[in-house]
């Protein structure tokens, strides 16, 4: 039995492996059918896969939050309309190349919606890229000073769901502001973006800060854009 194990192991089947050792300890090797206990294996390594990569889909977005739609507390008077949740889960917003716009006041529970969003995402196969805003800019600043910029776009453009965090924290000078223009011109009507700002959509100009480059980025993602205007208050723990 441990050298069936082992080779299962060797043969990347870990699946396979952990179903021939319950199989095993129950005493069920001797009583299933050669299709029946083939069924169940192949069965057990789809399941181990599947879980495997939605796993590491979830570990490469590196979300800030970890939160799932099933955690959210839905409700109207908050901002957080319970059947655009359920329309978001379905993922069609991202196969439409649909924005999502989340903004309200700090700490009643943007990121934690936005999280929740891309958890779901990464549970139904989409590859998810969660950022800080100003981390994102140092990023590219740093693949320019390195020579890979181009790498780095290449890299935004391919993932299926791009979450922007706190938006609006600085406003974009210079070089950011044509940067976050191709970021969501390589995006429009393709990829979907979720955007998260403690600012109302209003004030995005005045990030943005060159009026041209605003104009364009803001038509490509305000009009079709899904919205949640959170309020309330602070939904973090005081200490």
């Given at each position: 039995m441990e050298?069936i194990?082992?080779?299962l192991?060797?043969l990347?089947?870990?699946?396979?492996?952990?179903?021939?050792?319950s199989?095993?300890?129950?005493?069920?090797?001797?009583?299933?059918s050669l299709r029946?206990g083939?069924?169940?294996?192949v069965?057990a390594?789809?399941?181990t896969?599947?879980?495997?990569?939605?796993?590491?889909l979830?570990?490469?977005?590196r979300?800030?939050?970890?939160?799932?739609?099933?955690?959210?507390?839905m409700?109207?008077a908050?901002g957080?309309?319970?059947?655009?949740?359920?329309?978001?889960g379905?993922?069609?917003y991202?196969k439409?190349?649909i924005?999502?716009l989340i903004?309200?006041a700090c700490?009643?529970?943007?990121?934690?919606?936005?999280?929740?969003?891309?958890?779901?995402?990464?549970?139904m196969?989409?590859?998810?890229?969660?950022y800080?805003?100003?981390k994102?800019?140092?990023?590219?600043?740093?693949?320019?000073?390195e020579?890979?910029?181009m790498?780095?776009?290449d890299?935004?453009?391919?993932?299926?769901?791009?979450?922007?965090?706190?938006?609006?924290?600085?406003?974009?000078e210079?070089?950011q502001?044509n940067?976050?223009e191709?970021?969501?011109?390589?995006r429009?009507?393709?990829?979907?973006?979720?955007?998260?700002?403690?600012?109302p959509?209003s004030?995005?100009?005045?990030?943005?800060?060159?009026?041209?480059?605003?104009?364009?980025?803001?038509?490509?993602?305000?009009?079709?854009a899904?919205?949640?205007e959170?309020k309330?208050?602070?939904?973090?723990?005081k200490?």
């Amino acid at each position: 039995m441990e050298e069936i194990i082992k080779e299962l192991h060797l043969l990347k089947l870990p699946g396979m492996a952990g179903c021939w050792t319950s199989l095993d300890e129950t005493h069920q090797l001797d009583k299933l059918s050669l299709r029946d206990g083939l069924e169940l294996l192949v069965q057990a390594e789809n399941e181990t896969r599947h879980s495997n990569r939605i796993a590491k889909l979830i570990k490469d977005a590196r979300f800030r939050d970890k939160s799932c739609i099933e955690e959210l507390d839905m409700d109207n008077a908050r901002g957080i309309d319970p059947g655009a949740v359920a329309r978001l889960g379905t993922c069609e917003y991202i196969k439409n190349g649909i924005p999502v716009l989340i903004t309200g006041a700090c700490g009643c529970g943007k990121s934690f919606l936005a999280a929740a969003l891309g958890d779901k995402a990464c549970r139904m196969g989409y590859h998810v890229c969660y950022y800080n805003m100003q981390k994102l800019l140092d990023a590219i600043k740093l693949a320019r000073m390195e020579g890979h910029e181009m790498r780095f776009f290449d890299k935004l453009i391919k993932c299926d769901l791009l979450i922007l965090d706190d938006f609006g924290m600085k406003k974009l000078e210079g070089q950011q502001q044509n940067d976050f223009e191709q970021i969501i011109d390589d995006r429009y009507n393709r990829k979907s973006i979720i955007i998260v700002s403690q600012l109302p959509i209003s004030d995005w100009y005045d990030v943005i800060n060159n009026e041209l480059i605003a104009e364009a980025c803001l038509d490509r993602i305000v009009h079709k854009a899904v919205r949640f205007e959170l309020k309330g208050d602070s939904l973090r723990k005081k200490y």
